[in-house]
């Protein structure tokens, strides 16, 4: 089976593990004290950008954020995202496009902002307990796959499953908005318009 092949396949699980459907917000955040929780807080790996929250680009069958990312001091969305990419790391996926972390957007003044790191962000990154791939060294950028672009809109989504709910039912003052289980960074070219799947990692 090539890289490509797996990497599908990877969606196509993560995709009913969280149960994607075809309405938006399927199960409303204001229903559990999660969602309640969710409405008006950012995961803290965005703490460094301006987050605009925004609907969600893939919906699910489960609690869902997501955010249209730009800078704290510039009139401006759009940046170059720094990464990792996948194929570097496990060579079964050396087709797939996606990055791995940690991932910075860099605007335009030539200023950078970390966004996200798989060691010490999402559920298991906030338990010290991380197993994921971790990028090391110098970054790349990252192209469009449809024209080789390297400047996008950059759109953060959350997922949080049944176990975020279990945690904050047993620590309720836990910021389970930095429990997240899953993390999608799209970017939509300034040039093309297409949308890229940057990095999407089951956290």
């Not at 807080?41 to 605009?52: D, F, I, Q, S, Y």
């Amino acid at each position: 089976m090539t890289g490509s092949n797996d990497a599908t396949r990877l969606r196509q699980l993560r995709a009913v593990r969280c149960g994607i459907i075809n309405c938006h917000f399927a199960k409303g955040l204001s229903v559990t004290p999660l969602g309640s929780l969710l409405e008006s807080n950012v995961p803290r790996c965005l703490a460094g950008v301006n987050a605009t929250s925004v609907a969600a680009p893939e919906t699910r069958d489960c609690a869902v954020t997501a955010f249209m990312l730009g800078p704290k001091t510039l009139d401006e969305d759009t940046a170059q995202v720094l990464g990792y990419p996948l194929g570097d790391y496990n060579p079964s996926c050396k087709d797939d496009p996606d990055f791995i972390g940690p991932l910075t957007l860099r605007w335009s003044d030539g200023t950078e902002s970390c966004v996200f790191d798989s060691e010490i962000h999402g559920y298991h990154g906030e338990m010290e307990s991380s197993a994921k791939l971790h990028g090391e060294g110098a970054p790349r950028k990252f192209a469009c796959g449809k024209c080789g672009h390297d400047r996008f809109r950059v759109t953060a989504q959350f997922d949080y499953w049944d176990a975020c709910d279990d945690l904050l039912d047993d620590e309720p003052d836990l910021p389970a908005q930095d429990y997240f289980c899953n993390i999608i960074f799209f970017g939509t070219c300034t040039t093309c318009g297409h949308v890229n799947s940057i990095l999407d990692m089951d956290l």
